[in-house]
């Protein structure tokens, strides 16, 4: 036999800048390791897990504003908007559309393909959040879902969305709300994002993000028990009768760790993180600033800054990942494994090829 390779080692966060994925929390590790073997996707079978998805349901209707949270834990942001699309498409006649955003993640194109819907996508304003005129405008008979980021993937800006609300009402249609990275700094904001500040009919909160718990850890919510109804499929040979999940077999691991993680940390120690995190994109925005870079104020805790392409590929080479956006900005996102030593190590490494 061939001489085995030796196994990779994981990810080093030491330099991490662009994920919005982070260590989990110790509880949470732990937990995951615990429940590898168990599927909540056969609850029956499965009831230690199935209850703990019941308690971190629960949990996470208290971090978005709901009293009686409708949901389960999914593998991520990309399930969670492909859910709230399916729901809204079942729940409405003939061929619709949903409209959001520029800003919304690349998720909404993958359902829109999958299902068979029309994704109209439209400009956001100057400050990089959805325009609400340009939404209205889209929207019409048609339209089974308007969608609004809460945290956007590049900006980390918070759509309208009240306004938003107010556009799916006029024509008929549901509200989802994307705070799959937001979700869990939010609540120690003054934004209005949660089902308690509007009628929202769905949401993506993403526990494996800033909520530290283990991948896969995603959570997708809902106001009412008829949006599950609409997705649920019999599941004829499981001890369970039905299943409204996206996929069969999911992640005990993720369901016990986002468990584990809620019950560690919310709500103080989230508070705390969202501070830190908040305050280390305040002092990276400031430290660019002050040296020459035009930076997009970081109303949460991501850095998005003019680069040139030169001195990116050369942090690329020093071993920092850092990424762009969409217009080619860096992109910076203050995780809870980003402490003030890594940036100002960022900064040292940016020395030696541009202006700090």
Not at 189 to 198: K, V
Not at 206 to 227: C, N, S, V, Y
Not at 317 to 322: A, C, L, M, S, T
Not at 338 to 356: H, I, K, P, Q, Y
Request: hydrophobic share 40%.
């Amino acid at each position: 036999m061939p001489r085995a390779e030796p196994t990779p080692a994981p990810q080093d966060f030491d330099r991490v800048l662009s994920s919005m994925c982070t260590e989990p929390h110790p509880a949470a590790r732990e937990a995951a390791v615990a429940f590898l073997a168990d599927n909540p996707g056969d609850p029956a079978t499965y009831p230690a897990v199935a209850d703990l998805e019941t308690e971190a349901i629960d949990a996470l209707g208290e971090v978005v504003g709901l009293d009686d949270p409708h949901g389960y834990v999914g593998s991520g942001g990309t399930e969670a908007n492909i859910q709230a699309v399916r729901a809204a498409r079942n729940l409405a006649d003939g061929d619709v559309n949903v409209v959001a955003p520029e800003s919304a993640h690349f998720s909404f194109q993958k359902a829109a393909d999958v299902l068979g819907v029309e994704l109209l996508l439209a400009p956001t304003d100057d400050d990089h959040r959805a325009d609400v005129d340009a939404v209205a405008d889209l929207a019409d008979d048609d339209t089974a879902l308007v969608a609004g980021v809460a945290g956007t993937t590049e900006y980390g800006r918070v759509d309208p969305i009240p306004a938003l609300a107010d556009v799916a009402a006029d024509v008929d249609a549901r509200l989802h709300v994307d705070a799959a990275w937001g979700g869990f700094v939010l609540p120690f904001t003054d934004h209005d994002w949660s089902f308690a500040d509007a009628p929202v009919d769905t949401m993506t909160i993403d526990p494996h993000k800033m909520g530290q718990a283990p991948i896969p850890a995603g959570g997708f919510l809902a106001r009412d028990a008829e949006t599950l109804d609409a997705l649920a499929i019999d599941t004829p040979y499981l001890e369970s009768d039905t299943q409204p999940t996206l996929g069969g077999t999911r992640s005990g691991a993720g369901v016990a760790g986002t468990h584990a993680a809620l019950d560690a940390l919310w709500p103080e120690g989230y508070r705390d993180q969202y501070e830190r995190s908040q305050a280390n994109a305040d002092y990276l925005a400031a430290e660019l600033r002050e040296h020459g870079y035009d930076v997009v104020d970081p109303v949460l805790p991501l850095v998005a800054a003019d680069l040139p392409d030169a001195e990116f590929e050369a942090l690329r080479e020093d071993g920092w990942r850092i990424s762009r956006t969409a217009t080619g900005e860096l992109r910076v996102v203050c995780m809870p494994h980003v402490t003030r030593e890594m940036l100002d190590d960022f900064l040292a490494s940016l020395s030696g090829v541009g202006n700090v």
